[in-house]
Every structure is written in structure tokens, then in C-alpha cells.
């Protein structure tokens, strides 16, 4: 199951969207939770050219060399610490972590302050040495990255210090229609995309909306 892409906290909104929309685009797709046969519920509700497989968080980490992380802030750390032992040398973690201040009962246009300077640096910080992490997905709605009737018309910014990686996790997303992933630059800016999720959040709200970033004057090579 190498090739398969990995979503630990499937079972969530976000993580769901984006199994449901992989398989779509004919990826295979090992969906983590802490409860397995919850896991393996909610892949098979799952329909696509691609396989969707439910497992434990530590089997579904060890089954592909792209593991996105889809939990709440709350949870990330143990989560982490949970699948450290079934990440190997030359994996790539994609980490969708958001530090809002509804972890601990504040509200969601907020965000805590994270000691490594972001959740993504925090999560550079747990796992194995020889691990990539890679930031993004903060700014894409998981109620429309969840509604497959609806057609995504934005982008979402990834940052890492390796480019190469940014550029395999940009590969995969890319399956997805209307969603473009833009090279952000390196992993400490992710303290910037992260706090976009509380900006989006404020900006949903009073709009009675559900927006998306869009980059402009790019190249499309970018």
C-alpha cells in the first residue's frame, strides 16, 4: 500500500472531504482513527475510482509515504506521538493543524500561542528525524471540501523547508478540481496560514458565507 496516501483523522470533517475527493480522482486512500472500526465505517461510505481503507491511526501512518494529519489542535500532539513509531525515513507529513482558541473554550476567530511558533512547527518537532513536515489545507472549508456537489474554486498555500515535498503534496492535491496549491514558502511562515483559518472563520460569519483564498498574479507554473 505504498502509494496510498494516508489521512489520519479521516473519520473528521476535513479529513473525510479529502478521502472522499482523492478517491474520486482514482488515488488510494488509508483513512486513520483512533478507533478502527469507526475508521473502516466511514471508508466504506466512500465511493471512487480509488480504494478506501479504514484503519488504526499507527496502521494507516505506516501505510503510504504521504500521511496528512486532519485532527484538532487538542489532539495533535498525541496523535503524533501515537504514529511516531510507523513513520519512516523519507516520509511526508502534511499537517492541517489549526491552534484555534476553541481548544481550550475561546472563541474560533482566535488562535493560542504555540511555544515552536506554530502548530506545524510543533509537529516538526514530534515526529522522527528524517520526517518532512509540510503545512496547508488551513484556509479550505471542510464542509465544501466535504459537499462533492459543489465545484472548489480556490487555492491553498503550502509551506515547508524542503521544496520538493511542497511539490509532492501539490501533485496530490491538484487531483482535486478548482483546488490549486501555491508554494508559500518555508515551514516558520506557517504561523501566518494557520491564523488565516481564524481570519476566514471572522470573515464566514459576518458574511454568512463560505469563502476561499484566491492567489492572483501568478504564473501558472507557479
Not at 501515537?82 to 476553541?102: C, F, H, N, Q, R
Not at 523547508?161 to 515551514?187: F, H, Q, T
Request: proline share 4%.
Amino acid at each position: 500500500m505504498a502509494d496510498a496516501i494516508a489521512i489520519i483523522g479521516g473519520t473528521g470533517a476535513l479529513g473525510r472531504g479529502l478521502a472522499a475527493r482523492l478517491a474520486l480522482a482514482g488515488r488510494d486512500v488509508v483513512i486513520g482513527s483512533r478507533d478502527a472500526s469507526r475508521a473502516a465505517e466511514v471508508a466504506s461510505s466512500i465511493t471512487g475510482e480509488g480504494t478506501v481503507t479504514g484503519l488504526s491511526n499507527a496502521d494507516a501512518a505506516a501505510a503510504g509515504n504521504i500521511v496528512f494529519v486532519c485532527v484538532p489542535f487538542s489532539s495533535q500532539a498525541p496523535t503524533l506521538k501515537e504514529i511516531k513509531g510507523s513513520l519512516s525515513e523519507g516520509t511526508i507529513l502534511v499537517d492541517a493543524t489549526v491552534p484555534l482558541a476553541t481548544n481550550v473554550g475561546g472563541p474560533p476567530t482566535r488562535t493560542l500561542g504555540v511555544w515552536q511558533g506554530s502548530a506545524a512547527q510543533q509537529a516538526e518537532s514530534l515526529v522522527p528525524a528524517g520526517v518532512t513536515v509540510v503545512a496547508g489545507l488551513h484556509t479550505v472549508s471542510a464542509d465544501l471540501l466535504g459537499d462533492l456537489e459543489h465545484d472548489l474554486d480556490e487555492d491553498t498555500l503550502l509551506c515547508s523547508n524542503d521544496r520538493d515535498a511542497i511539490a509532492k503534496v501539490a501533485e496530490i492535491l491538484n487531483l482535486v478540481p478548482g483546488l490549486r496549491s501555491i508554494d508559500a514558502g518555508r515551514l516558520e511562515l506557517a504561523k501566518v496560514t494557520e491564523q488565516m483559518t481564524a481570519l476566514m472563520i471572522s470573515i464566514n460569519i459576518r458574511h454568512k458565507a463560505r469563502t476561499g483564498v484566491r492567489v492572483t498574479g501568478l504564473n501558472p507554473d507557479a
